[in-house]
């Protein structure tokens, strides 16, 4: 074992190297049916980060677990202290940014990071409890919680309305995948809600703030579309046209716009660690997509990802309009 505690911090290779720690986890995962070989792509995460990836099939309590056990029963001190803020400066101080999906994710870590550099964060999200735990772990007044569903027109006006007079930023994050669905495969009822909420949600809640930010004479605008949104080999049918279609209202509000002070881009993830459902639910989609599946770069943090959509929602990016940048660890150039 390492002289220093092992933790949920370290790293899951780290993990599988350590004396102590890697015959405990190899051993959760043969319980479940599953190798070392299946956590390779996310080797370079934290262990902590496979509680969001697993969308409930890997809970906090399970992680709790693993580290008590790995330390004779006891929980660490390092465990429990508060990890520092990975990002300084203050790029947003004095503005207001909303931030949709904020409950988890790559939007609650987005929103995070404005607030660590001294942003007020207008936090959205269907599911309040996450919202509430967001709230908790920042600075009073840093975070206005609005549980509203971006789908809907009094959701919209929920979050405007919190967001007050000023409206510097808005983050697009929140989205839903279609299960990898091939189009024969796909039933209207899924079709019509991932455009609901990928694509309408996201026209009606900048079509809101627009007027906003257009009497500032400034404002910047970042749409999470996807690596779907470049290729066509990455997702199923739904979510691929409804990522190209952000990608579409990312380009032509950024020509009509742009003359007003008003930015918007967009960012293409790669494999990132997130709550949403990234199952292949079609064997059809799994014996065409899996080839192409195997080729993808290492899955990030949802933190690496916020990097890149605060530095296209801050002034860093002042000259960068209509952009679809490709944070993919290089899987677009494949």
Excluded: C
């Amino acid at each position: 074992m390492s002289t220093a505690p092992l933790t949920s911090r370290n790293t899951v290779q780290e993990w599988l190297e350590d004396a102590v720690g890697g015959p405990i986890l190899r051993g959760l995962l043969a319980r479940g049916g599953q190798s070392e070989d299946d956590l390779r792509p996310v080797r370079g995460l934290s262990l902590q980060s496979l509680v969001e990836l697993g969308g409930g099939r890997f809970p906090q309590e399970l992680v709790d677990t693993l580290v008590r056990e790995a330390n004779g029963g006891v929980m660490p001190p390092e465990e429990t202290d508060e990890p520092s803020p990975a990002v300084g400066g203050s790029r947003f101080t004095g503005k207001t940014v909303i931030v949709t999906g904020a409950g988890s994710g790559i939007g609650r870590a987005t929103a995070q990071r404005i607030v660590a550099e001294g942003g007020r964060v207008v936090a959205v999200d269907v599911a309040g409890d996450r919202l509430n735990n967001l709230v908790e772990d920042s600075p009073d007044g840093t975070v206005v919680s609005v549980v509203a569903d971006i789908t809907s027109s009094k959701g919209v006006e929920a979050i405007v309305s919190a967001a007050g007079e000023r409206i510097d930023g808005l983050a697009n994050v929140a989205g839903i995948m279609d299960g990898m669905m091939p189009l024969h495969e796909t039933e209207d009822a899924l079709w019509h809600r991932v455009f609901s909420v990928n694509v309408d949600g996201t026209f009606a809640l900048s079509r809101a703030v627009l007027p906003v930010m257009m009497a500032q004479g400034r404002g910047s605008i970042v749409n999470v579309a996807s690596e779907a949104s470049l290729r066509g080999n990455a997702a199923g049918t739904a979510y691929t046209a409804s990522k190209h279609a952000v990608v579409g209202i990312t380009r032509s509000s950024a020509f009509l716009y742009g003359p007003s002070g008003v930015r918007t881009n967009a960012v293409a993830p790669g494999p990132t660690a997130t709550a949403i459902e990234g199952t292949m639910s079609s064997p059809f989609a799994r014996e065409r997509l899996g080839a192409f599946m195997a080729l993808i770069p290492p899955v990030v943090d949802a933190q690496t990802m916020a990097a890149s959509i605060t530095w296209l929602l801050s002034e860093d990016s002042t000259n960068v309009n209509g952009v679809v940048l490709a944070s993919d660890g290089g899987w677009s150039v494949q």
